[in-house]
């Protein structure tokens, strides 16, 4: 393993290890998201009965809203403040003296962060199977590109975390940062309401973000709302989102580095 490897994986456990150690996180995260997720599937049911929705019935929103809610775990569990306090306390200048990457170190503690959410997510989700049955994937290969488009979302949600921390930069201020992109996020990937639900317009504007392959994408091809043709393209988008947003964040840290002030100088 070389040099480089080897510290990835150190600081992945690392980080693994200090969420694992705080283990309220994981019911809180349980309390808050598993009843947000039991609140919408009591909502969806009554509003569609025995009907369709935009092309959705209760066997399918059972399906998008677990989904929804394995997706939000992962993405809002992950240590964002981790990043955002290295700019805001000034260690990032201490970091600056290593002779390790900025960028992928925070990427692997980023990456860790998010392996802790799997205890909540996988609890939340035993439970509303056990309480809803929802039905499985469309096919066995919409069953695994589902799993492909979740193993995408770790490198496609650290690029937008990333991006946002560095505005920590110009701001000096991160709570608010993070309330605008969780509610973008929220909104345009179909957590709060499925993009179908909206005009055509909006889901333009929505398809044009990285954010609906945080919900949209995995349940469309969980639900076979897309053919494999369909799905590898979406695939291949939101990988694609992930490769630019990496190169974006290492443009925008090269440029926002010469911020760095530390007690003043």
Partial sequence: MSHSLAVD????????????????????????????????????????????????????????????????????????WIMADRILDGHIAVDLTKPVDFQRARAAEYIGSMLSTFPTALMGVVAAWLLFEPPGPATPLAGLLTVVSFALMFPLAFGLTYLSTLVCFWTKRYLGIMWLREA???????????????????????????????????????????????????????????????????LVFRKAVKKVTVHGG
């Fill in 9 to 80: 994986r150190a600081l992945v456990v690392i980080a693994f290890k200090r969420r694992l150690a705080y283990k309220s996180h994981w019911f809180f995260g349980l309390a808050i998201g598993g009843g947000s997720m039991l609140i919408a599937m009591v909502m969806w049911q009554n509003l569609i009965g025995t009907g369709t929705l935009s092309g959705y019935d209760w066997d399918s929103m059972r399906a998008y809203t677990i989904i929804g809610f394995v997706a939000a775990t992962m993405v809002f569990g992950a240590a964002d």
């Fill in 184 to 250: 973008l996020l929220s909104f345009f990937s179909g957590l709060m309401i499925p993009l179908a639900f909206m005009p055509g317009w909006l889901q333009a504007i929505a398809w044009a973000l990285p954010f609906p392959h945080f919900t949209t994408t995995p349940s469309a091809i969980y639900l076979g709302r897309i053919d494999t043709a369909g799905a590898l393209g979406l695939l291949a988008a939101e990988a694609a989102w992930a490769v630019g947003l990496w190169v974006l964040g290492w």
